[in-house]
């Protein structure tokens, strides 16, 4: 289950600055609040989402990394009040806040506003790597074209790792055009207790981060519900939604602290649980109480550290591709109609706004990317008269 978890778990840190060994630590640390909160009853094992990627980069570009793992804490905090809701108004609040017209534009930003920085990875810019443009190129189209065949034509365990294999050929691939510097690696002690980071809080931060969460509560209700399907247990009924989103917020809020990434519920590792059918809370106990101890191992943080960018890049294509899919997909599986002029309006706005790089300044704080187009979306839906189509 770990290893299955292993290439986005430490993906996520590795693209945005923060520290590998701190988000196997976490990771672990957020499993087992999560079993706590559910009363051990569901079995999954928790890492970071992708949708994160982006609102922590602009974080720590803006503010630095402290201030960010404070928004991070905040965003942990509305999880906790999103299970609120749904304790004092039933699992249906979720849906009436955050409805596909909402949350489908705005994962397709997530993905989309991403685009120009895996194309600039991918193509080695700004990577500092003693190499040629075709050696950079030949790299991350290689574990670009090794994700794609592990993810459709692999079978069983292995379709589960693309990421793993891809990065896997990069790599390989890259010491032998002799750009992987293996020092730090030799340098770095066995033992090593985690570099963590702790918080500040800045409100600007803050406010910037909090309108993030809605898209991975989105995810948390769809991975609950696909866990429930193969289990053949309703977990939003028991141990309940507002028990499954309080376990994420515990999570995410305590990553934060330490200073890891958000931790929520995860679609590989329930991937990973349809194939093996192991229904088991105790496997993912296993999982994160390895994944603490392989925290302090030093040399798995500096290996991580050594795998090069443009090897990331290449895999960077397909994911935040992958998620603007997720965005498409959204408003066609809930077969939103795009020729009524409520849905089109707040699409296009949406769209527009994330993608084109809209800011709102009001001097001291600026209200700009994925927040901007959340709070836009969901003030839209809620303004915004229902509409059906009408045949002239």
């Known amino acids: 289950m770990l290893f299955v978890a292993f290439g986005a778990l430490v993906l996520v840190p590795l693209l945005t600055g923060l520290n590998p060994n701190v988000a196997l630590f976490t990771a672990g640390i957020g499993t087992l609040l999560f079993q706590l909160a559910t009363k051990n009853k569901v079995p999954v094992f928790l890492a970071s989402s992708f949708a994160f990627i982006a609102p922590i980069s602009f974080g720590v570009a803006q503010w630095g990394i402290p201030a960010t793992l404070g928004g991070l804490v905040a965003a942990g905090l509305v999880f906790m009040f999103f299970a609120f809701l749904v304790k004092i108004n039933g699992n249906n609040v979720i849906d009436r806040i955050l409805p596909p017209v909402v949350t489908g534009p705005i994962i397709m930003v997530i993905g989309l506003s991403l685009a120009p920085v895996a194309v600039g990875m991918a193509m080695g810019k700004d990577s ?41 050929v990069g790599y390989a691939l890259s010491c032998a055009f002799d750009i992987v510097n293996f020092q730090p690696v030799i340098d770095a002690p066995w033992f090593k207790v985690p570099d963590f980071t702790f918080p500040e809080f800045q409100w600007q931060a803050i406010l910037y981060m909090i309108p993030i969460v809605i898209a991975p509560t989105i995810e948390h209700v769809g991975d609950i519900m696909a866990i429930g399907a193969v289990t053949g247990k309703d977990y939003t009924r028991e141990p ?3 028990r499954t989103l309080l376990g994420d917020g515990l999570a995410t809020t305590t990553a ?3 200073g890891g990434p958000p931790c929520i519920t995860y679609a590989e590792v329930i991937g990973a649980v349809t194939l093996t059918r192991n229904f088991k809370t105790q496997v993912m106990t296993w999982a994160a109480l390895w994944a603490i101890l392989m925290s302090f191992i030093g040399k798995i943080g500096a290996f991580l550290s050594s795998i090069p960018t443009v090897v990331m890049g290449g895999i960077m294509v397909l994911l935040f591709g992958s998620i603007a899919s997720v965005g498409i997909n959204i408003l066609v599986k809930h077969k939103v109609d795009l020729s009524v002029s409520r849905n089109m309006c707040i699409v296009s706005l949406v769209l527009v706004f994330g993608i084109g790089g809209m800011i709102f300044d ?10 901007l187009c959340g709070i836009l979306a969901i003030v839209l839906n809620l303004i915004l008269p229902q509409q059906t189509k009408t045949n002239n």
């Open 240 to 242: 309940g939604l507002q």
């Open 362 to 371: 009001f001097g001291s704080y600026a209200l700009q990317g994925i927040s």
């Open 128 to 168: 500092g790597l003693q190499a040629e443009n075709y050696q950079l190129i030949i790299i991350s189209m290689a574990s670009l074209l090794t994700t794609l065949i592990v993810a459709i034509w692999a079978k069983g365990f292995f379709r589960l790792v693309p990421i793993i294999a891809g990065i896997v």
């Open 256 to 258: 934060g602290f330490f």
